[in-house]
């Protein structure tokens, strides 16, 4: 039996999100040929706990260091300054790094991994590479273009994309160019282009088992509506919700129906906004047939997840590339993507220039965009339908053939 560990950052979902994915297609393809350690902290952790209860003693806590959160993601201040001093419960970045290394350089020593998958972990990538066990690098960045952040970034980058060159193989979690999302994240270097496997976007490609429709998919019928997400960590989604808050209290937007989904699990939130001025549950709304401007729901099921996309007429996010690929190439939207960070404003810029979308930045380019999008929607649309024709969605699973080959080869 394989022994492999796949190490997940745990900042934002994304990782989380193609970290599971991958993980059930090489079970699909290895079956019962592979013992997986897990590795995290904080809310991925639990997530980990809660999705394989019956592997607990498989799952472990790393402390990975991450950004301090900020009001709009990460804080740039404050992680700066938590490099020698501690920041809120955060202990001094060198002292953080230097302890989750250790930590990290006893496992390795102690389960003896045939491979490891590093979506986003730079430290489990060296310590592969320094031990010779192959390694396999998950990720949509390498050395992003710098837009608001600028030069001071610059040397951190550096060193960044040359830990991620310690790699086996670097896998790209997009389609291959000219249909790559997050080219502007990239920028390889040429001496690292032949590890370099552009695998597609790891998409949900199981369909789903309808059941009766929800309250929530009846009061959406026969409606033109833009969907607005929430997603992301803390600080991201509660910053994307207050520029979407911003765009909401504009005069123009007082006929603008939209859907926002917050990503957190709370039925509390679940509200609907009458023409009226007047709030309703989902139930009162539906039963009196209110003619609504707008409806928050704090957690879509899978299937009104499902149906939101298709019957809206436009999306609106902050720039996840993982909410890129499932837009563009499940559900064939045009995107009005409001960045929070650089890694956002580089994948929204790309999509403005393939006429796949629009960028905004604050509350009066979000409402120029909608009018915008809505004049020329069949352009849009047109390049978008482009797009999805060329789309590739079998990232989990190109990643998982290319595993079993290189555990093969390891033998």
Same mark, same amino acid.
């Given at each position: 039996m394989k022994k492999i560990g796949e190490f997940i950052y745990p900042w934002g979902n994304g990782h989380y999100t193609r970290m599971m994915r991958l993980n059930d297609s090489l079970n699909e393809i290895m079956s019962d040929q592979l013992e997986t350690h897990f590795f995290s902290k904080g809310e991925i952790l639990e997530k980990l706990v809660k999705r394989f209860?019956?592997?607990?003693?498989?799952?472990?806590?790393?402390?990975?260091?991450?950004?301090?959160?900020?009001?709009?993601?990460?804080?740039?201040?404050?992680?700066?300054?938590?490099?020698?001093? !501690?920041?809120?419960?955060?202990?001094?970045?060198?002292?953080?790094?230097?302890?989750?290394?250790?930590?990290?350089?006893?496992?390795?020593d102690d389960e003896k991994f045939d491979l490891v998958?590093?979506?986003?972990?730079?430290?489990?990538?060296?310590?592969?590479?320094?031990?010779?066990?192959?390694?396999?690098?998950?990720?949509?960045?390498?050395?992003p273009k710098l837009w608001k952040s600028r030069f001071y970034f610059k040397p951190a980058l550096s060193f960044i994309a040359k830990q991620i060159s310690k790699a086996t193989k670097i896998i790209v979690a997009d389609s291959p160019p000219p249909y790559t999302t997050c080219e502007y994240n990239l920028n390889f270097a040429d001496d690292v282009k032949h590890k370099v496997v552009y695998v597609g976007h790891f998409s949900r490609n199981k369909k789903i088992i309808r059941k009766e429709k929800s309250e929530l998919e009846l009061l959406l019928q026969d409606s033109d509506f833009g969907y607005w997400m929430r997603t992301g960590n803390k600080s991201t989604n509660e910053g994307t919700g207050e520029r979407f808050e911003e765009a909401f209290h504009h005069t123009q937007?007082?006929?603008?129906?939209?859907?926002?989904?917050?990503?957190?699990?709370? !039925?509390?939130?679940?509200?609907?906004?009458?023409?009226?001025?007047? $709030?309703?549950?989902?139930?009162?709304?539906?039963?009196?047939?209110?003619?609504?401007?707008?409806?928050?729901v704090g957690y879509l099921s899978e299937q009104e997840k499902e149906t939101v996309l298709n019957s809206c007429i436009y999306t609106v996010i902050n720039g996840s590339h993982t909410v890129i690929g499932e837009i563009l190439g499940n559900h064939s939207k045009p995107i009005?993507?409001?960045?929070?960070?650089?890694?956002?404003?580089?994948?929204?810029q790309w999509l403005e220039e393939k006429k796949l979308g629009l960028f905004a930045q604050n509350r009066?380019?979000?409402?120029?965009?909608?009018?915008?999008? $809505?004049?020329?929607?069949?352009?849009?649309?047109?390049?978008?339908?482009?797009f999805t024709k060329n789309f590739d969605g079998n990232g989990a699973e190109n990643t998982a053939k290319l595993v079993s080959e290189m555990l093969q080869d390891a033998k």
């Open positions: 209860p019956e592997e607990k003693e498989n799952i472990h806590e790393i402390l990975m260091p991450t950004p301090i959160d900020g009001k709009f993601g990460p804080s740039v201040k404050l992680s700066m300054l938590n490099l020698l001093i !501690p920041v809120s419960d955060n202990q001094p970045l060198v002292t953080q790094i230097s302890s989750y290394l250790k930590e990290e350089r006893k496992f390795f998958i590093n979506d986003g972990d730079m430290g489990s990538n060296v310590l592969a590479h320094n031990r010779s066990i192959p390694s396999v690098f998950v990720t949509n960045q390498f050395k937007m007082k006929n603008e129906k939209r859907v926002v989904s917050h990503a957190i699990n709370n !039925p509390d939130i679940d509200m609907v906004l009458g023409k009226d001025g007047k $709030k309703y549950s989902i139930s009162d709304a539906l039963e009196k047939q209110i003619d609504w401007i707008q409806i928050d009005i993507g409001i960045p929070i960070y650089d890694e956002h404003t580089n994948q929204i009066e380019q979000i409402v120029e965009s909608i009018i915008k999008l $809505k004049n020329d929607y069949d352009a849009f649309q047109d390049s978008v339908n482009e």
